[in-house]
């Protein structure tokens, strides 16, 4: 199945019951670095760079999808909520961004 097409699923409890209803677009930055790499000549200095950048956003968005299927075939009880996204700022030069975290009755 496609990046795309996969990221554009509900994630869903076995039991049918939607645990998030936001579908996971696929990376505009992610996109556009594609397309740089389509646009830039063989012989551009920065060529390299740009393929590392990218191979590191693929594997980063990959990295996302696999959380959520994972998410999916979690049995999880109770209330659940699926943050995504997040971004926390810890002081005022610093910001964390957190890609998929659960929140349950239970836990984090």
């Known amino acids: 199945m496609p990046i795309r097409q996969r990221a554009a699923q509900l994630l869903s409890c076995p039991q049918g019951r939607v645990i998030m209803e936001v579908k996971r677009g696929y990376p505009i930055y992610l996109y556009a670095l594609e397309r740089m790499q389509i ?8 060529r390299q760079s740009f393929a590392d950048e990218l191979a590191v956003a693929k594997a980063g968005y990959q990295g996302e999808l696999e959380v959520d299927r994972l998410l999916r075939r979690t049995k999880l009880e109770g209330q659940v909520k699926v943050l995504k996204a997040l971004e926390v700022q810890m002081d005022e030069e610093q910001i964390i ?5 659960v929140l349950t009755t239970h836990g984090i």
Request: charged share 30%; no cysteine; hydrophobic share 25%.
């Open 39 to 46: 646009r830039l000549p063989e012989n551009h200095p920065k």
């Open 97 to 101: 961004q957190i890609d998929t975290l």
